[in-house]
């Protein structure tokens, strides 16, 4: 970890500390950002950070068996490719030591201010500047980028009692590495890809298991393997070798859009390896159909593994479909009466996605949240800038999630975006860059138009990829190479500028 002394220093105590730009976060994005700064010989920004370390997602998910759903060829910058990958899907280990080499290497880590919690973020329409009050201290910033991530904080479920739990209760993103489950009779709530991963790393150990599902997933097989060493040595030799493998992951998986936003067809191959990846391996025909999802695959994120099915079946544990009534400091009671004795919960029951704990704290020109504005839903002009709220950048906002290949591909396209924006004001003078109502109208009804048919809306599905009203917000509906033509550079003419010594008022008389 950073010793402090290389961390830029906290504002002094009253004082406000200025810089051109402030990231909010360190993890792929924050790191990408930073990096697209630094290439470019930009070294006025800091990265605020609430934890103690750069990484995101693959430092705060310590959980048993915490994997990537990708393959690590892909899932990497395309600027940092890493030759000495253990593993086709590495487990979080071994990401967060990549993510933590990648900031060494590129030097971010001068930037970071860690233990930074942004607590609210507030436009100066004057100063035409972003106050931003951090857990470390005030700063003062032209421009704020927010990579606060969109799944980042964890989503606690209203179970009655679950407070007067007198054993152990933990989200598997915050994961308590001193607990011993060894023995333990262990309630895990939650069959997504979090769960789908941490069941079967403790059935081992554990004394029972009760896996609490909602709704089932498909599954698919896993096909991870260690990287052999001569693989690894001519990843070296030849990056392009590399290059050539990453290219052609990429690609195979742009096939399965074709399923899911195209044509549902494509859908059924996919189908059928998982109805025969349940078949082959769960024997018993009741837990079977318990474990048979009644929507159409893609409809929620397509998980893989090749050891939760026998995890299930295993002597000590037990598929539970009836739902939860009540939590009681000793027990957990289904709604059909059933107590199970309980030691440990485990949540597996996500983040909060749609309503962004980030958006409650930046305030835009007329005092407004961003989670106000974004009471019917979230909107944006290109998923990175929101109207009212000038010089201000979300790297994965909305509609940038991804479930069918690799996010940090969403995340380069967006800072390459972003970056075009500053040069765009370096290039033209400019104090303050604001995008349009009309444009994120435009950008709103062409997300509209792209999910219609999808097998999101249409897989008859609840999924956290829709808001409240089911809306898509959180998915890019299409190809991502589309996204990535459409954020090649920055929209200008979907923007208004407001030269350097100019208030915004007298640009808009
Ligand atoms: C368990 C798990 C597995 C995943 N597997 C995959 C996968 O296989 N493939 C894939 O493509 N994606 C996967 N993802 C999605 C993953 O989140 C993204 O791929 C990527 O890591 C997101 O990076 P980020 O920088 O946007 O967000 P994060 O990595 O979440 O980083 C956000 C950072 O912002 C900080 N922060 C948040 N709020 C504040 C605040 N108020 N003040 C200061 N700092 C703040 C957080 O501490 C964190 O460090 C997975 C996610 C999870 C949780």
Redesign the pocket.
């Known amino acids: 970890m950073t010793s402090t002394l290389e961390s830029p220093a906290p504002a002094q105590p009253g004082a406000v500390r200025e810089v051109r730009t402030a990231i909010?976060?360190?993890?792929?994005?924050?790191?990408?950002m930073a990096i697209a700064l630094k290439r470019r010989g930009e070294s006025d920004f800091v990265l605020?950070?609430?934890?103690d370390d750069?990484?995101?997602?693959?430092?705060?998910?310590t959980?048993p068996g915490?994997?990537?759903?990708?393959q690590s060829n892909l899932?990497s910058f395309s600027f940092a490719q890493n030759p000495d990958w253990g593993r086709s899907?590495s487990e979080?280990p071994e990401i967060q030591a990549y993510l933590r080499g990648v900031a060494d290497r590129f030097d971010v880590r001068r930037h970071c201010v860690f233990g930074?919690?942004?607590?609210a973020a507030r436009w100066d329409d004057t100063a035409q500047r972003w106050l931003v009050s951090?857990?470390a201290g005030e700063f003062s910033a032209r421009v704020l980028v927010s990579?606060?991530?969109?799944?980042?904080?964890p989503t606690y479920p209203d179970i009655p009692g679950l407070d007067s739990f007198a054993g152990t209760v933990m989200h598997?993103?915050r994961w308590d590495d001193t607990h011993d489950l060894t023995g333990e009779r262990v309630a895990v709530i939650g069959t997504g890809?979090?769960a789908i991963?941490v069941v079967p790393a403790i059935q081992p150990i554990v004394g029972s298991m009760a896996v609490y599902q909602r709704t089932p997933a498909w599954v698919v097989p896993r096909t991870d393997h260690p990287v052999k060493p001569w693989m690894r040595r001519l990843y070296k030799l030849v990056p392009g070798f590399q290059n050539a493998v990453r290219a052609f992951l990429y690609l195979f998986r742009e096939f399965l859009v074709i399923g899911m936003a195209k044509n549902r067809r494509f859908l059924k191959p996919v189908g059928k390896l998982a109805k025969a990846h349940l078949h082959r391996q769960v024997r018993d025909p009741k837990l079977r159909r318990a474990l048979t999802p009644d929507y159409t695959i893609g409809c929620k994120r397509i998980l893989i593994s090749n050891d939760y099915f026998p995890a299930v079946a295993a002597p000590n544990a037990e598929l539970v479909t009836a739902g939860i009534q009540e939590v009681r400091p000793h027990s957990v009671v289904a709604r059909d009466g059933v107590e199970r004795p309980t030691d440990t919960i485990v949540l597996a029951t996500g983040?909060h996605v749609t309503d962004l704990?980030?958006a409650e704290?930046i305030r835009g020109r007329d005092g407004r949240s961003l989670a106000e504005v974004w009471a019917d839903g979230m909107v944006s002009n290109r998923s990175a800038a929101v109207a009212g709220f000038p010089n201000m950048f979300l790297?994965?906002g909305p509609n940038v999630?991804?479930g069918h290949?690799?996010?940090?591909?969403?995340?380069e396209s967006q800072v390459a975006y972003v970056d075009d924006a500053l040069r765009t004001m370096d290039a033209e003078g400019l104090a303050v860059l604001e995008t349009t109502p009309e444009a994120q109208e435009a950008w709103r009804s062409l997300i509209a138009e792209k999910s219609k048919g999808t097998v999101w809306l249409a897989g008859g599905c609840a999924s956290w990829y829709l808001d409240k009203h089911g809306h898509n917000t959180t998915l890019w509906p299409d190809f991502t190479f589309r996204f990535r033509k459409l954020t090649r550079q920055l929209d200008r003419e979907n923007y208004v500028g407001v030269p350097a010594g100019t208030q915004s008022q007298e640009v808009a008389a």
């Open positions: 909010i976060g360190s993890g792929f994005a924050g790191l990408g605020l950070e609430r934890a750069v990484g995101g997602t693959w430092r705060d998910n959980y915490a994997a990537c759903d990708v899932y899907y979080q930074a919690e942004v607590t951090t857990a990579a606060a991530g969109a799944l980042a904080d598997s993103a890809a979090s991963q983040f704990p980030i704290r790297l994965v999630g991804v290949t690799s996010m940090v591909y969403m995340i």
